[in-house]
């Protein structure tokens, strides 16, 4: 056996059934062993997919997703996708190709330092230098990646030690024992306690969920909890979808492209407690100005969150799952049904609005006619740009999930995210929503639709602009434009039947449902081009 | 404010570069670091002093611990340790001033640790302070190079930390 093998049979012992990655010769031992392994090699078209796919494969499957790509340019492709499973705290565990250990440093031929590259945006990296390191390596980093604050853990192999033959393998059964990594799992109880006196206390109280519900899968719980307190909860963008977007306890996303209802109730509350949302500047611009006078709880995973942007009255440290449960378990009172009719009357607040639904498709209202038309259990990935706010703002979550990359913005995120969505779970639908922009940037993995039999739906909502960023030099800079014509655009009819994939398209509002129906029906890959005014925005 | 921050670490290759790399990635101060093995070879101890805000040097304790190569930091300030830092300097002398310069060093309880015909090298293992007035009082000399330590520190004996 060497050290691809194990490498292999660390991964299959891990669980793991699907790797995504790319070749080349210094991870080629590697992919060798896995050939006829039963774990399935799944072969992006460039690398920062991998990471993408694997990021979207974990958040469905609840699973570490895995990738694997090669030394030098594959190793430093890989990295955007590291850096935003990293922002979203999305468990994964890459695995890089390193050159032959004894010519490491003297800078040959795609030879590039990976680790010291990625260590501000990994979770934890590995540069294996004994083969017989693998086995540990690879469980320690299935838990740190998969524990505490979720993230990437990084292991850099050289050739030479996947070619090396290992002795005596043995795969070290339950969790590893690492004397400087324990992370917090339970809350403080008294803390806990505390926050619920004050919950009795509070007459407008305020859960602005994130996150960290999702990766700790406290969603039914929290549910539960809200319902049986009746406590209004607001969302930043990665938490939409922890509450159905039509339950009558949750008044939407907050921050700087939220509702407005959100945002007053943001305003109003006299006691906010942050739950696994990081107070990140996009949700609350400001926090000590926003957040003055109220009586703030800020609840995670992660010791240095607390504190990094807010002071809280009452921190607690913990997984969510386990403090709801604690939650759940103490009995105390609510009185706040005024404040309940105040936030149901600013439901009917909307910003003032026009969008051209006559001569082209207004993206808002599709939103959501095409998120009520997805099945119940659906998957929602939404790309960024203009058409990630049109996303959060009208997308309709129900028993489904809402996926985007909300840290780092990385365009080109929702394709390589909803191929690997649909690989962890095939019977789901998932509908990838993007710009004519962020479409261009992976467009590269239609391929993957039939290779890996992944149908998904693609939206591609063109205005032939940079959206977002046209918006902002509308704003900012007076209509100036520059760098956001996106004039040359590939003819998308075209394109899809070079890769045989359904296409079909609606130039205004009008048998919009038809289109949508004709784009949603059967489990096929299809993609859906709507045209969209150059000139809406957001705002 | 000023914080010193003793840093238990494994003791493996790249451990410096990732905790050096979360001072600059973040824009913590690093005022001195200085590195070495502890009684168990395979933990090393960092002393390394910033300054900045409170949140900012609560942020430096909580992100260092983050890390998963710490196994422990220990803090404190000036008052609460003892801190020690030994530097070396070599100054240029002439028969004018060379009787300064040893009034000096007495003074300091330095010592002179070399000399040549022109050149000395003096010795100082004090306070950060006291060293820096070292370097005030020769300054009216010309000194040719300095190399120091930077801080190390321990709490005080009494001091619970």
Same mark, same amino acid.
């Given at each position: 056996m060497n050290g691809a093998d194990a490498m292999v049979k660390c991964l299959k012992a891990e669980g793991v059934e699907a790797i995504f990655g790319y070749s080349g010769v210094a991870i080629d031992p590697f992919w060798q062993a896995m050939k006829d392994s039963g774990i399935e090699s799944v072969l992006v078209r460039t690398e920062q997919n991998a990471g993408h796919a694997a990021s979207g494969y974990a958040r469905i499957s609840k699973k570490v997703g895995v990738c694997a790509v090669t030394s030098g340019p594959g190793a430093l492709n890989l990295l955007t996708g590291i850096a935003t499973a990293y922002a979203d705290s999305i468990p994964l565990v890459c695995i890089t190709g390193q050159v032959h250990s004894s010519l490491i440093g003297s800078d040959v031929f795609q030879e590039v330092d990976v680790t010291g590259a990625a260590e501000s945006f990994v979770k934890y990296s590995y540069l294996i230098k004994d083969v017989s390191d693998i086995p540990r390596v690879i469980k320690e980093a299935f838990f740190i990646a998969s524990t505490g604050r979720k993230g990437p853990v990084l292991i850099d192999v050289p050739q030479d030690i996947q070619e090396a033959s290992i002795m005596d393998f043995n795969y070290p059964e339950g969790d590893p024992v690492m004397r400087t990594y324990k992370p917090t799992v339970k809350g403080h109880i008294v803390q806990i306690r505390k926050v619920a006196r004050e919950l009795e206390k509070a007459k407008k109280p305020l859960?602005?969920?994130?996150?960290?519900?999702?990766?700790?899968?406290? @969603?039914?719980?929290?549910?539960q909890f809200v319902e049986k307190h009746k406590i209004p909860v607001v969302s930043t963008m990665m938490g939409i979808g922890v509450l159905p977007t039509a339950h009558p306890m949750y008044f939407g996303m907050v921050g700087n492209n939220g509702f407005l209802s959100a945002n007053k109730a943001m305003k109003e509350c006299d006691l906010l407690i942050m739950f696994g949302a990081r107070v990140a500047d996009r949700a609350v611009s400001d926090p000590d100005l926003t957040l003055d006078g109220k009586i703030v709880v800020h609840i995670d995973v992660d010791p240095a969150e607390i504190g990094k942007n807010v002071g809280p009255a009452i921190p607690i440290v913990g997984d969510a799952d386990h403090i709801i449960e604690d939650f759940l378990e103490i009995d105390f009172k609510d009185n706040h049904a005024d404040w309940l009719d105040t936030l149901n009357s600013y439901r009917t607040l909307k910003a003032e609005r026009k969008l051209d639904g006559e001569h082209f498709v207004d993206p808002a209202e599709f939103v959501h006619r095409l998120s009520t038309a997805m099945? @119940?259990?659906?998957?929602?990935?939404?790309?960024?740009?203009q058409n990630q706010i049109f996303s959060c703002q009208n997308c309709v979550v129900r028993e489904g999930e809402f996926m985007t990359s909300g840290g780092m913005g990385t365009m080109g995120y929702s394709i390589p995210a909803a191929l690997g969505a649909k690989r962890a779970d095939r019977s789901l639908q998932v509908v990838a929503v993007c710009g004519?922009?962020?479409?261009?940037?992976?467009?590269?993995e239609l391929a993957m639709i039939h290779q890996w039999k992944l149908p998904i739906k693609i939206v591609v909502m063109r205005n032939n602009y940079l959206g977002l960023v046209r918006e902002h030099q509308h704003y900012a800079y007076k209509d100036n434009y520059n760098m956001v014509d996106l004039g040359g655009e590939p003819n998308l009819e075209r394109l899809s039947s070079a890769y045989d994939i359904k296409y079909i398209r609606a130039e205004n509002m009008k048998d919009i449902d038809e289109r949508i129906k004709e784009f949603l029906e059967k489990d096929e890959a299809a993609l859906m081009e709507i045209m969209v005014d150059p000139y809406a925005t957001v705002k | 404010m000023k914080k010193i921050y003793s840093v238990l670490v494994?003791?493996?290759? /790249?451990?410096?570069?990732?905790?050096? /790399?979360?001072?600059?990635?973040?824009?913590?101060?690093?005022?001195?670091?200085a590195v070495g093995e502890t009684e168990d070879r395979a933990v090393s101890c960092m002393t390394i002093v910033s300054s900045g805000d409170d949140r900012t040097l609560e942020q430096i304790e909580k992100q260092l611990n983050k890390k998963i190569d710490v196994i422990k930091i220990k803090t404190y300030n000036s008052e609460q340790s003892v801190s020690r830092e030994l530097m070396l300097i070599k100054v240029k002398y002439n028969k004018s001033n060379r009787r300064e310069i040893m009034e000096n060093v007495d003074a300091m309880k330095a010592d002179i640790v070399d000399m040549s015909e022109n050149l000395m090298m003096i010795q100082i293992c004090d306070t950060p302070e006291r060293a820096q007035m070292m370097i005030k009082l020769l300054s009216g000399i010309s000194i040719v190079e300095i190399a120091r330590t930077g801080t190390l520190a321990l709490p005080k004996c009494e001091e619970k930390i």
């Open positions: 859960i602005c969920v994130g996150g960290g519900i999702h990766l700790s899968q406290a @969603e039914p719980k929290f549910r099945k @119940e259990n659906a998957i929602y990935v939404a790309d960024v740009g004519d922009g962020s479409f261009q940037m992976s467009m590269m | 494994e003791n493996r290759s /790249g451990v410096l570069s990732k905790v050096a /790399g979360l001072f600059s990635r973040r824009s913590f101060n690093i005022d001195s670091l």
